[in-house]
């Protein structure tokens, strides 16, 4: 008669582990999905630069993280708007920290985004197949930039207002569209009450949603599409699964890259 072994604390623990993961595998398949994306092949030579982008996409969160606190004692209001952000300096506990985090964390994604966005054309890595990423880039740099701007009234100070003023005068230059952008923007046709809480609407859900949408679809795409080679690599620039050319010189998507020959070089 086989006699069952009293499982070791090891394996207790190991078995207190997989439960949950088995039970989450099991109905969505997503670890299998975070599995893939962690073990997944790079090129051997890939370097620093390469890290921009996880870079931004930390700033991103830490943004969102001390943007959410912060949203629990702003209060979007004319009369209140200053006094909340006094109150959130000077007495919430690490308000401080929190507040000057999100403050200056604003300009490091920017700056971030920026390099990230160089190293990027400095590689070649806008080229085929990576077309659409750099669009999305392209997109979520405006978005980033729209965030900025519309942060920037929040503290409703002298200084956040006229800045805006400016800022919204800018925008109501441009051609054709301009008035409406500056009259949206405003609220009406000039600044009060409803352009800061349109403003607070916008920095904190419009934008950050739609950013963290185009951030999805980026990472989508540098998954399926492979990370690229540095330009000195000796390896072909990008492995990803379009990139592989197959025996008739097109990629295994069935699109043919452009300028491609018929050997597929
Ligand atoms: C919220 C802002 C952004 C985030 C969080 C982000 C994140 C990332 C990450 C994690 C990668 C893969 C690793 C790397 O190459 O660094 C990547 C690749 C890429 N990004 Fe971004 N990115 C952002 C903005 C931009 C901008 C502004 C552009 C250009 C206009 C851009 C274009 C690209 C392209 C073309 C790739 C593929 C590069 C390759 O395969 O080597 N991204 N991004």
């Known amino acids: 008669m086989a006699t069952r072994t009293k499982p070791t604390r090891g394996q207790q623990l190991q078995e207190a582990i997989n439960y949950p993961l088995d039970w989450v595998e099991e109905r969505s398949g997503l670890v299998g999905g975070i599995k893939y994306f962690l ?3 790079v090129p051997g030579d890939v370097n620093w630069f390469q890290t921009l982008g996880s870079a931004t996409f930390t700033a ?3 943004q969102a993280l001390t ?3 912060l949203a629990m004692y702003y209060k979007p209001d004319p009369k209140d708007a200053y006094s909340s952000i006094q109150h959130i300096t000077n007495d919430i506990f690490a308000g401080w920290l929190v507040r000057g985090m999100h403050r200056w964390g604003a300009s490091v994604f920017i700056i971030l985004m920026f390099m990230h966005m160089g190293r990027v054309f400095l590689f070649g890595a806008y080229k085929f197949p990576r ?10 740099l405006a978005m980033g ?6 942060g920037y009234l929040l503290p409703w100070d002298q200084t956040s207002y006229w800045a805006t003023v400016v800022g919204i005068n800018i925008n109501g230059t441009a051609p054709f569209l301009g008035p409406f952008l500056a009259q949206f923007l405003q609220g ?9 809480s349109r403003f607070y609407a916008i920095h904190m859900l419009m934008i950050p949603g739609a950013i963290a949408a185009l951030i999805g679809l980026h990472m989508y795409l540098v ?3 492979g990370v690229t080679s540095p330009p000195w690599s000796k390896e072909a620039a990008g492995t990803g699964p379009l990139e592989q050319p197959s025996q008739n010189g097109t990629a295994r998507s069935g699109l043919t890259r452009p300028g491609t020959r018929k050997d597929g070089r």
Do not use: S
């Not at 077309?131 to 979520?140: A, D, K, R, S, Y």
């Open 131 to 140: 077309e659409l990423n750099w669009i999305i880039g392209v997109l979520l």
């Open 223 to 225: 998954i399926r599409l």
């Open 188 to 196: 009406g046709t000039y600044i009060n009450a409803d352009t800061l």
């Open 67 to 69: 943007g959410v606190i």
């Open 39 to 41: 073990f997944r092949k």
């Open 60 to 62: 991103f969160l830490v």
């Open 145 to 150: 930039l729209g965030e900025g701007f519309t």
